[in-house]
């Protein structure tokens, strides 16, 4: 079992900048692989960044260049570094785990609201 805890949202103006973190339980954080998800009001729930099973990562095309996913493998810690964010970015936002070898996200944290204001 995989235990996710999300923290780091909030309200920013827009062109700001927030880092999401996300905690993982998992006694071998290096046998999971993580990602991060949004869900805005009334639209359906997208990947934002991910790693991939080899340590590469992705970006859904609407934030190249501006966020980062980066994982700290001591603290079992994955972030999202949010910056020069717009109002579309406002969203729920979900760190998300999958063990490796799946292709399924079984593990889903709590969500951390980000509203980016115009």
């Known amino acids: 079992q995989v235990m996710l805890v999300e923290s780091g949202g909030g309200l920013v103006q827009a062109g700001g900048s927030l880092r999401l973190s996300c905690a993982a339980s998992?006694?071998?954080?290096?046998?999971?692989?993580m990602g991060w998800f949004r869900q805005a009001p009334g639209k359906e729930r997208e990947i934002v960044a991910r790693?991939?099973?080899?340590?590469?990562?992705y970006y859904t095309d609407s934030v190249k260049g501006r966020f980062t996913i980066s994982r700290d493998n001591a603290k079992n810690t994955v972030y999202l570094q949010m910056s020069s964010l717009k109002p579309e970015d406002t969203a729920v936002y979900f760190c998300?785990?999958?063990?490796?070898?799946?292709?399924?996200?079984?593990?889903w944290g709590q969500g951390t609201q980000v509203t980016v204001s115009s």
């Open positions: 998300a785990a999958r063990a490796i070898g799946t292709s399924v996200y079984q593990y």
């Open positions: 998992a006694r071998t954080f290096s046998s999971i692989v």
């Open positions: 790693f991939t099973t080899d340590g590469n990562t």
